[in-house]
C-alpha cells in the first residue's frame, strides 16, 4: 500500500483454486484473514480436512501496510512454494488473506520448476476466481464536549457523513467516531477549533 493511500485490496469470500500435473493435484484455498489467531485456524481446520495429504503449504499477508506476512514450504525444498504463492498475492495488491495449497503427491517428481510453476498456477486459478473488494483504512477518535455543543458537533459529522461508531449522550457528552485516515487530521483539526470540544485517538 502506497504511504499516502488508505484503502486496501482483500477478498471478499474464501475461493478455491486446482491445478494438476503429472499425477499430483494443488488445491488451493484462499480465505479473506485479519488477525494471526485467524490464521491459526484456518490452518489446523486445513490440516485435519486434508490430514493424508503429502504438504500444506501457505502464504499470508495481513494488514494495510501488508507489513505482516509469511511464507511456508511445509517440507517442499526451499523456495518452490510459499514464494510463489506469496508472489501471486503481491502481484495482484492483496492483503489481509491467507492462501493454503494443499499437495497430493502423483508418485512422479516435478522438480523445482515443476514445483514452482504449480503452487503458482494452483494459487492463481483461486484469485482469479476471487471478487477482490476494496476497503478503507479508518481511524477512531474520541469527541468529548459540554451538551450545549451538541448541536454544532452532529452537524458537523452528519454534513462530513462521518461514521458514528458509540454515543453517551449526558452533560458531559462522548462520542467515538471512524474517520478515513486521509481525513483525520482536517477533522481533528476542525473539530478541536471548537471551543469545548476535545478530540482525541480511540
Known amino acids: 500500500m502506497d504511504l499516502f493511500s488508505d484503502i486496501y485490496r482483500t477478498i471478499k469470500e474464501p475461493v478455491e483454486g486446482l491445478f494438476k500435473d503429472r499425477g499430483s493435484r494443488f488445491i488451493a484455498r484462499a480465505f479473506p484473514v485479519r488477525r494471526e489467531d485467524e490464521v491459526k485456524e484456518i490452518l489446523s481446520k486445513l490440516r485435519r480436512e486434508y490430514h493424508d495429504a503429502r504438504h500444506h503449504c501457505y502464504a499470508y499477508i495481513l494488514g494495510p501496510s501488508k507489513s505482516a506476512y509469511r511464507i511456508n514450504d511445509d517440507g517442499e525444498p526451499s523456495g518452490t512454494a510459499g514464494k510463489p504463492i506469496h508472489g501471486q498475492l503481491l502481484s495482484r495488491d492483496l492483503t489481509d488473506i491467507i492462501v493454503v495449497v494443499i499437495r497430493y503427491f502423483g508418485g512422479v517428481k516435478l522438480g523445482i520448476p515443476g514445483l514452482i510453476n504449480a503452487y503458482r498456477e494452483a494459487t492463481k486459478d483461486a484469485l482469479d476466481k476471487a471478487v477482490i473488494v476494496e476497503k478503507l483504512v479508518t481511524d477512531k477518535l474520541i469527541i468529548e464536549y459540554d451538551y450545549p455543543l451538541m448541536d454544532v458537533v452532529m452537524r458537523f459529522l452528519k454534513e462530513k457523513n462521518i461514521e458514528i461508531i458509540n454515543t453517551k449522550f449526558e ?21 478541536g477549533a471548537v471551543h469545548g470540544v476535545v478530540v482525541t485517538p480511540a
Do not use: D, F
Open 171 to 191: 452533560l458531559n457528552c462522548r462520542v467515538e467516531i471512524a474517520v478515513r485516515r486521509s481525513e483525520t487530521e482536517q477533522v481533528t483539526n476542525s473539530l
